[in-house]
Nanobody, 124 residues
Framework: QVQLVESGGGLVQAGGSLRLSCAAS????????MGWFRQAPGREREFVAA????????YYADSVRGRFTISRDNVKNVVYLQMNSLKPEDTAVYYC?????????????????WGQGTQVTVSS
């Protein structure tokens, strides 16, 4: 059973930065793409970023491209989301997830394991 545990969320002022981490354990990290999604109050969960198993290919939602960077350490089984130039509209619970396949996807249904989420709040 794969377990994903996010950390690094918190309260930050607009324009600030946060780095989220997602530690994977209990199952296969090898050969799977990983992604980050977020859900704001009253809104549906939305795709944020994803990267392939090798980390060589990344994909971002238009709303975060140029501000967020996704990366992974396949030795430590950790996925990161560096968030810069944060905006109040980035406020949400952020979830990491494991893709069933090796190449990235922005489709939530492709992901088979999810973390419990970490809250990110950006004040104006």
């Amino acid at each position: 059973q794969v377990q994903l545990v996010e950390s690094g969320g918190g309260l930050v002022q607009a324009g600030g930065s946060l780095r989220l981490s997602c530690a994977a354990s209990g199952g296969t990290f090898t050969g799977h793409a990983m992604g980050w999604f977020r859900q704001a109050p009253g809104r549906e969960r939305e795709f944020v970023a994803a990267l392939s198993w090798t980390g060589g290919v990344t994909y971002y939602a238009d709303s975060v491209r140029g501000r967020f960077t996704i990366s992974r350490d396949n030795v430590k089984n950790v996925v990161y989301l560096q968030m810069n130039s944060l905006k109040p509209e980035d406020t949400a619970v952020y979830y990491c997830a494991r893709d069933r396949e090796a190449y990235y996807s922005n489709i939530a249904g492709r992901y088979d394991y999810w973390g419990q989420g970490t809250q990110v709040t950006v004040s104006s």
